[in-house]
């Protein structure tokens, strides 16, 4: 079964530029999760979605973030404009929520994003 | 609020060396506990769970078990390979929501 995939592995751009991340959760589950991880600040929940529907965005580090899920199995992370310290490595995690308590979450390979 | 701590790495060990790594939580309700692991280069893996009180959690030789007395699960291996190299995370989900709560991570370093 194929996991949770994300898009691109890498990406590198210049500052004040537009990144867009890309994630498909896996087929069945109806929560998503995007991570942010920082040698410095370790693993940091951004935003989470259940059913489409965000839930609690509270970790979005401020206006220059948005993400959505326009269906099931699609959502997108974008920075608009983009800094250096945005530079760090981002995780989609999807778990399959409502049926029974404590799912795992199930995460991709991430994306490594460099703002110079 | 609901938190969970454990060991800061890294830690450095021989190969077939005994490995524990401490992990405590803080959690109002009655958690379910994780360990994950993240290799190099990748995302972070479940490696073991625990649901309830006295569970024990194993996978590829590691195991923990949910202490509630302590509020404790460590997560120990008799006998670890230089393929464990790796960071380890404790976690905790209460259930309320779907939000796992991670510590910061321990790294491991096996040394041939």
């Known amino acids: 079964d194929a996991g949770v995939i994300q898009s691109p592995r890498h990406e590198v751009t210049e500052m004040g530029q537009e990144v867009t991340l890309r994630c498909k959760p896996i087929s069945g589950h109806n929560s998503l999760f995007w991570y942010r991880q920082t040698m410095m600040r370790g693993l940091e929940l951004l935003i989470y979605f259940n059913n489409n529907v965000p839930i609690d965005d509270s970790g979005m580090p401020e206006d220059r973030f948005s993400a959505k899920m326009p269906n099931a199995s699609f959502s997108t992370l974008k920075i608009q404009p983009s800094e250096p310290r945005d530079s760090a490595v981002y995780f989609c995690a999807s778990s399959l929520s409502g049926v029974l308590n404590n799912q795992p979450q199930h995460f991709g390979d991430g994306t490594r994003l460099s703002i110079l | 609020g609901n938190s969970v701590t454990q060991m800061e790495g890294p830690v450095t060990l021989s190969e077939e060396a005994f490995l524990t790594i401490n992990c405590t939580y803080t959690?109002?309700?009655?958690?379910?506990l994780f360990w994950y692991v993240q290799y190099p280069g990748e995302g972070l893996q479940l490696l073991l769970k625990?649901?309830?009180?006295?569970d024990k959690g194993s996978n590829k030789g590691f195991e923990a078990t949910y202490r509630k007395e302590t509020t404790s699960f460590h997560l120990e291996k008799g006998s670890v390979q230089v393929s464990d190299s790796a960071v380890y995370f404790c976690a905790l989900s209460e259930g309320r929501d779907d939000k796992i709560i991670f510590g910061k991570g321990t790294r491991l370093h096996i040394l041939p």
């Open positions: 625990a649901t309830k009180a006295d």
């Open positions: 959690a109002t309700g009655y958690p379910s």
